[in-house]
């Protein structure tokens, strides 16, 4: 299927360099190209050491909000006395964004090296992965990955011989974007609807089953046995000068580019280097447009913005958007902004939990406003009602979906205002027969 | 009570019709193999629901009474749950349930073709509706997670990537 591709000389193959070998994929495989290694290194190290080396390492975390991931798992509490637990987001639902389930479908031993060593430093003894129902086929191979690492002593009442429990269950969603929320992923694994909780608390405090949680991205967790068995300042060493981005990032290009598919690249690899090079560019004839350079959540770059700009969190947020999850939706010139942003707007209505009042309305009147200005319905001050309705729709809402859906909106009229203004001038219909 | 019957829908005398429970023998021994994986029965709704959609294609009214008895929860509770998952069928379905990725990144490569080619070929004429001959439901469905491999499309468990209107003719023809 045209996957995977051979690395490109621009790249740094580390969690992905074993991506398109089936034989990565068992557990005598994975052992064979020195899976497991890291985890008999962490259960040589206390706790606290795991988690000082992961904060050496800088790593922050991948499912898109780049929090510090050693400084998370040291808000653990202490001797609480309570079961903890250890999450693992595999809900990969944000658009333009597909690493975390190769990681799944490559190497599902990587990833469960990365739980169990999260789990000890944790002092969690059960891990959940919540992996979204749509990957059928990823689910199929964790399963029996976890199968075969209970068989082989990896997992269980004595993880690698060293009498400490670490339990995988593999916990299967249901079809719902926003359960990739963390406190709604908790509820959807405690048998309740997908709702987003109110913080505080935090997981950490009352999470999963009201005890002390910590929920981890696949890539996140994917990079911690790299990290303890080659140090946290190897890890932080990769980086192009910038301290506060380190390591390598999975980044899943998608779209009008030549060569879709998933580039890891040290942090701060410039992002024309990645769209015109290891992807290949555009299709013949055809220019570079705009870039969401995070998954669909952050706010649109347009091709100048794109073409200077590094791939590392402070890099994208100097143009004024996110690195989020890494996914890259790519739109050449060939592109109906108005409608691809209307289609988004639909994706985060269809997706809203409807609890926050902000949320709910605010997500399907921006879908039908977009809607009447693509029919030719649309009134003259609707640009303005669009950007007053992503205002109330920002940082107002328990989670972050309804700013996720006004991130697109605002940057697309921003910067491409004359095409939603050509669908204006082209109305065909007297405004008041309008939704 | 029996099991799988709602009493707030069912009155003495009335007929009923013959339900057969999913959780007995082996299926119900599963289930309770997950209670130990989980601290609450609650938990288990996720995989219980999973469970009743593999053994009857669809969640059923009275399934839904079933899984609550089984759990130890309401049955207004549990449709809560069961309705929030866009994944969970609560009418029938046909026999192959296709959904197509129609989200930004694969629209922009042409997903929407492959919905109509789908559409065309399957005799559903429209989303949601079932073909006449019972076989194929087709639907959109929002981000599947496999963008750069536009257009991914889920024929029950099948995940097939790389999927253009040209192909869904062959494609379907391993659908009988």
């Known amino acids: ?435 | 009570m029996r099991a799988g019957v709602d009493p707030g829908h069912q009155r003495d005398t009335e007929p009923v019709e013959q339900y057969q429970p999913v959780f007995v023998g082996e299926p119900r021994r599963r289930l309770e193999a997950l209670f130990e994986q989980y601290p609450t029965k609650q938990a288990c709704l996720l995989p219980a629901l999973w469970m009743v959609q593999e053994a009857r294609g669809w969640i059923p009214e009275q399934a839904i009474g079933e899984v609550a008895e089984v759990l130890g929860l309401t049955p207004a509770y549990v449709r809560g749950v069961v309705t929030f998952y866009t994944m969970y069928h609560t009418h029938p379905v046909g026999k192959y349930f296709i959904q197509v990725c129609t989200t930004s990144p694969c629209n922009i490569c042409g997903a929407e073709e492959v919905v109509k080619a789908f559409l065309q070929h399957t005799g559903c004429g429209e989303l949601g509706a079932t073909s006449p001959d019972g076989r194929f439901t087709v639907i959109e469905v929002e981000c599947l997670g496999a963008c750069g491999f536009a257009t991914p499309v889920l024929i029950n468990d099948d995940f097939i990537e790389g999927v253009t209107p040209e192909r869904v003719p062959g494609l379907l023809q391993g659908y009988k």
């Open chain 1, 1 to 435: 299927m045209g996957y995977p591709h051979p690395p490109h000389p621009k790249e740094m193959p580390l969690l992905s360099q074993h991506f398109g070998d089936t034989g990565a994929r068992s557990y005598e495989g994975w052992v064979k190209r020195g899976g497991y290694e890291g985890l008999r290194k962490a259960l040589g190290m206390t706790p606290e050491q795991v988690i000082e080396e992961v904060k050496t390492s800088g790593l922050r975390g991948r499912g898109g909000a780049g929090f510090p991931t050693g400084l998370k798992w040291s808000f653990m509490p202490k001797n609480s006395g309570k079961p903890h637990y250890l999450c693992c987001n595999a809900d990969e639902s944000e658009p333009g964004t597909f690493k975390d389930r190769e990681i799944l479908r490559w190497t599902p031993h990587q990833l469960l090296e990365g739980c169990a060593i999260a789990a000890y430093a944790i002092g969690a003894e059960r891990c959940y992965i919540y992996i979204r129902g749509e990957f059928t086929t990823e689910h199929k191979i964790l399963v029996e990955a976890v199968a075969e690492a209970y068989r082989h002593g990896v997992l269980g009442g004595n993880v690698l011989g060293s009498g400490r429990r670490i339990d995988v269950v593999v916990h299967r969603g249901a079809g719902a974007y926003i359960c990739g929320e963390e406190t709604a992923l908790i509820n959807s694994i405690e048998g309740k609807r997908g709702n987003p909780r109110i913080k505080p608390p935090f997981p950490a405090q009352a999470g999963l089953f009201g005890m002390p949680t910590t929920v981890n991205n696949v890539e996140t967790l994917a990079a911690v046995p790299h990290i303890i068995l080659r140090g946290g300042a190897w890890y932080q060493a990769l980086s192009r000068g910038n301290p506060k981005s380190t390591g390598t990032k999975l980044f899943s290009v998608c779209g009008h580019v030549q060569k879709p598919g998933n580039y890891e690249v040290v942090m701060g690899t410039p992002m024309r280097d990645l769209i015109f090079e290891m992807c290949g560019g555009m299709r013949p004839g055809r220019t570079l447009k705009a870039v969401i350079p995070g998954g669909s959540s952050v706010p649109i770059l347009t091709a100048e913005e794109a073409e200077d700009c590094l791939l590392d969190y402070e890099g994208i947020a100097a143009k004024g958007s996110m690195l989020g999850s890494g996914g890259m939706i790519v739109m050449d010139d060939s592109t109906d902004l108005v409608y691809q942003i209307m289609r988004l707007a639909r994706f985060y209505a269809h997706e809203s939990c409807a609890q926050c009042t902000q949320c709910r309305e605010g997500t399907a009147w921006t879908t039908r406003i977009l809607e009447r200005i693509l029919a030719g319905q649309g009134k003259p001050e609707d640009l303005d009602l669009l950007l007053d309705l992503a205002d109330n729709m920002t940082g107002k809402t328990i989670c972050v979906l309804s700013d996720s859906c006004a991130a697109p909106v605002v940057s697309g009229i921003k910067k491409f205002r004359a095409e939603f203004e050509a669908y204006l001038s082209k109305r065909t219909r007297p405004a008041a027969v309008a939704v």
